[in-house]
């Protein structure tokens, strides 16, 4: 069983950039997702990396997040620049197990089993 633990959030101003990273352990067969969750809002699917180190993204952060893998150190990373204040939200690391191709687009909540407990990510105007 996976257990996953997000650090890196804070406030920004719009247009600054962040690093979030989660630290997996119980397992280094995983594929892993990024999602975000607002106020009122459903959790949303911000990208993914894949078995074979491919990659999917929202719409909404294409160009801007770069989600990434250190595989020796079991962690995961989500580099966010040039964020806006839509970005603002509670950003969760997700983990699945076995191997997973790329499925074309982003992933969805259903997709993963395993979750941290999220950081907070404020982006002022």
């Known amino acids: 069983q996976a257990q996953l633990v997000e650090s890196g959030g804070g406030s920004v101003q719009a247009g600054g950039s962040l690093r979030l990273s989660c630290v997996a352990s119980g397992s280094n067969n995983y594929c892993m997702a990024w999602f975000r969750q607002a106020p009122g809002k459903e959790r949303e699917g911000v990208a993914a990396?894949?078995?074979?180190?491919?990659?999917t993204y929202a719409d909404s952060v294409k160009g801007r997040f770069t989600i990434s893998e250190d595989n020796a150190k079991n962690t995961l990373y989500l580099q966010m620049d040039n964020l806006k204040p839509d970005d603002q939200a509670m950003y969760y690391c997700?983990?699945?197990?076995?191997?997973?191709?790329?499925?074309?687009?982003?992933?969805?909540?259903?997709?993963?089993?395993?979750w941290g407990q999220g950081t907070q990510v404020t982006v002022s105007s």
């Open positions: 997700a983990a699945r197990e076995g191997y997973t191709s790329n499925w074309g687009r982003a992933p969805r909540p259903n997709d993963f089993v395993y």
């Open positions: 990396i894949f078995s074979d180190g491919s990659t």
